[in-house]
């Protein structure tokens, strides 16, 4: 049963693209038109659709920085972070 | 003891040295039965003071009763039963008892009152749990056991140092607040004894490297019994410690950028741990009523969350025997159900509205923006977008989607786990979204009544409702327009562990070139100078012994021998031996030095 709902799903995955696009845009105009702002610590909360933006904008930065992080040569040399999986038994 | 109080620790650890009388068909029913026992042991306390013991000049102190240890000591023995649960197909009794004997340390170290006490359950935990990992019983698990256990040794040792200097300078062992206004030396030794059990960094390589190498199940019970266990005790003895929330959002970062580096599927979830209980470490160090209510909430959540998780995983290696990403893909077909509990622990630790994580992890943020360090408050909000980032996307999407990676070999082996695998992970799963839905039921537990009444209030406003939801969705699409960046690949990270095991390594070099040279060549001055005239010797004593007084010389080498005999067992070079006879004379030197 689980099995098919995925399948069938999967099946139509351009409307489901299409649907999560509608919900993101539907979350955006409640957050600009509806939502009491309140409670919000600080001016910049109160840009309209600012956790979006941070949200969108901290998941990019994440894996941009944290894939540098992990690829680059350190100290000019052949050294990674991101390692062959034998490094230790060399 | 009274009849009120009967130690929950006590009842595992004996539960556990009964275990292996208790066989065939009784052996699973009192599996399950005693974690139960346990938890009406918690269930049944009142709040007060118990199991008082005057030992030499020191009072020791087995069960304080209070708020703060009551919420930690029901979390803990209810993990237990599922863990238990979930590890209920192990025949091994070895492994059962080690992780109970592990769950009884930590309920040693909660209920506890001084330090005495805190420092044997404390060293109890690391000696049971190390066989968590070495009953994996792979060829990296040894060495990675002891890697566990020296690291660990260590953080002991300076838990120890940092009591003792405080029972010089003020005579007092009690385990409470210490006087974080006014830190001294004594104060960050207890500090970096607690913390690098909680595995803030530097200190939190042996995490990764111990938790993805535990057996199945073990893994199921390391990953919420030492980080917390440290929450707890920075909650109980350094509550406002400043330095604590700059560590805390150092932990909470820093998992996050090794969970996109990461392979394997059980370290990436142990990089999580770190990335979480970077939040409860830094609400320990706001410190407010409304910080502390929030460490302990998470922690509470967290405990069932990425133990479910850990089950999820876990299940996965158990029926196919992989665990990275490179190896694995597209088995919703295969193991529908292991996927709808580790998508259900997913949303639980990227704080979805209506699960667990929702209503705890928002506490302490909540803390951070009250107390205006925004700072704070923010990073921790960013590391939240990477916590739904990997745990709730990357995993489940990379295991049970994306591209099939596995050989004919897996894919032929993967099936939903056994069903005492399932059940463990249904109630974990049940207890995740109950948490998230009805509030109540954590909020009664912890400590700052007013406060959680305070905020129980907030957390289902629309602002913190559509925050949150916004985070989480706009994550996703930066994950699935970024989703080539993140394709699995068969590498390791480097982490901290770097310095001890290529440090390890350089030790060795010394032992092997220069002090070996140096022992050849001693070993030839002493053939020619010393063993010549030696043999001389002897032969002139064989004489003398043949010819008259071998009944003396047969009672001196009699003696001879059995002290070469002693001597050879502490000369054998065995790792285990050489940690235990350092532990021991370091501890008895430090005690000889403040009590002589």
Redesign the interface.
């Known amino acids: 049963m689980?099995?098919n709902l995925?399948d069938y799903l999967r099946d139509r995955l351009k409307t489901v693209i299409r649907l999560?696009f509608v919900?993101?845009g539907l979350?955006?105009i409640?957050?600009v038109s509806?939502?009491?702002?309140?409670?919000?610590?600080?001016m910049v909360?109160k840009i309209p659709?600012w956790?979006?933006?941070?949200?969108?904008v901290?998941?990019?930065?994440?894996?941009?920085?944290?894939?540098w992080?992990?690829h680059v040569k350190w100290f000019g040399s052949n050294?990674?972070?991101?390692?062959?999986?034998d490094?230790?038994d060399n | 003891m009274t009849t009120d109080f009967i130690h929950p620790g006590f009842v595992l650890i004996f539960g556990a040295l009964l275990l292996p009388f208790i066989m065939g068909p009784l052996r699973k029913p009192y599996l399950i039965l005693m974690p139960i026992v346990a938890f009406a042991c918690v269930l049944n306390m009142q709040d007060g003071t118990y199991g008082v013991v005057h030992f030499m000049d020191w009072q020791l102190t087995f069960g304080r009763v209070d708020a703060l240890s009551q919420v930690f000591g029901y979390i803990m023995t209810l993990m237990c039963i599922i863990g238990s649960m979930y590890g209920l197909h192990v025949k091994d009794p070895k492994e059962h008892m080690a992780a109970w004997m592990y769950v009884g340390g930590s309920l040693g170290v909660i209920y506890c009152a001084d330090y005495i006490t805190l420092f044997i359950f404390w060293e109890l935990m690391a000696f049971s749990s190390v066989f968590l990992v070495w009953f994996r019983k792979r060829k990296e698990s040894l060495p990675t056991g002891f890697r566990y256990l020296l690291v660990h040794t260590a953080g002991g040792l300076i838990l120890l140092a940092g009591f003792v200097l405080r029972y010089k300078a003020t005579g007092a062992l009690d385990f409470n607040l210490l006087d974080v206004d006014h830190p001294t030396l004594y104060t960050y030794l207890i500090m970096v004894g607690f913390i690098l059990n909680a595995a803030v960094p530097p200190f939190h390589a042996w995490l990764p490297d111990a938790y993805g190498e535990a057996t199945v199940s073990g893994a199921v019970f390391m990953c919420a019994f030492t980080t917390k266990t440290a929450v707890y005790a920075l909650a109980r003895g350094l509550a406002g410690l400043d330095i604590l929330i700059l560590l805390g959002v150092i932990m909470a970062l820093y998992g996050v950028v090794y969970a996109v580096l990461e392979n394997d599927s059980r370290r990436l979830l142990a990089y999580h741990i770190i990335s979480q209980v970077g939040y409860m470490v830094a609400g320990v160090g706001i410190g407010t009523q409304m910080a502390i209510n929030g460490a302990c909430a998470h922690a509470f959540a967290h405990i069932l969350y990425k133990g479910l998780l850990f089950m999820g995983c876990g299940s996965v290696l158990y029926m196919t025997g992989k665990s990275k990403f490179s190896e694995l893909g597209g088995l919703y077909k295969k193991m529908p159900w292991a996927f709808v509990f580790t998508l259900i622990g997913g949303l639980s630790i990227s704080a979805f509205p209506l699960f667990s994580g929702f209503v705890s992890k928002s506490m302490i943020v909540y803390a951070g923006f009250e107390e205006h360090l925004y700072w704070a408050a923010f990073l921790l909000t960013l590391a939240s977008a990477g916590t739904f980032l990997h745990t709730g996307l990357k995993v489940p999407y990379f295991i049970w989607f994306g591209k099939n990676n596995c050989s004919k070999e897996t894919w032929e082996k993967a099936a939903d786990p056994p069903w005492n695998m399932n059940v463990a992970m249904a109630v974990a799963s049940f207890l995740c979204i109950f948490i998230g839905s009805y509030t109540p039921y954590l909020y009664k537990m912890l400590p700052y009544q007013h406060e959680a009444a305070d905020y129980a209030l907030h957390v289902y406003s629309s602002y913190h409702v559509s925050e949150s939801l916004q985070i989480l969705l706009f994550t996703a699409l930066g994950f699935f327009l970024l989703i080539k960046k993140l394709a699995p690949e068969p590498t390791i990270s480097i982490d901290m562990d770097w310095f001890y095991r290529k440090g390890g390594r350089g030790f060795f070099w010394l032992a092997r070139k220069p002090i070996q040279t140096f022992d050849t060549w001693f070993g030839e001055v002493y053939r020619t100078v010393g063993l010549h005239p030696l043999m001389t010797t002897a032969k002139f004593w064989s004489w003398f012994d043949w010819h008259g007084i071998d009944g003396v010389v047969d009672g001196l080498a009699r003696l001879v021998r059995n002290v070469g005999t002693k001597l050879r067992s502490v000369q054998n070079g065995r790792l285990q031996y050489n940690i235990y006879y350092a532990v021991s004379i370091v501890a008895v030197l430090i005690v000889a030095y403040v009590f002589g």
């Open positions: 689980l099995v995925i999560c919900v993101l979350l955006v409640y957050d509806f939502v009491d702002k309140h409670s919000a610590h600080t909360e659709g956790w979006s933006f941070f949200g969108f901290a998941c990019v930065l994440i894996i941009i920085l944290s894939k992080y992990g050294f990674r972070i991101m390692s062959p999986e490094y230790y």
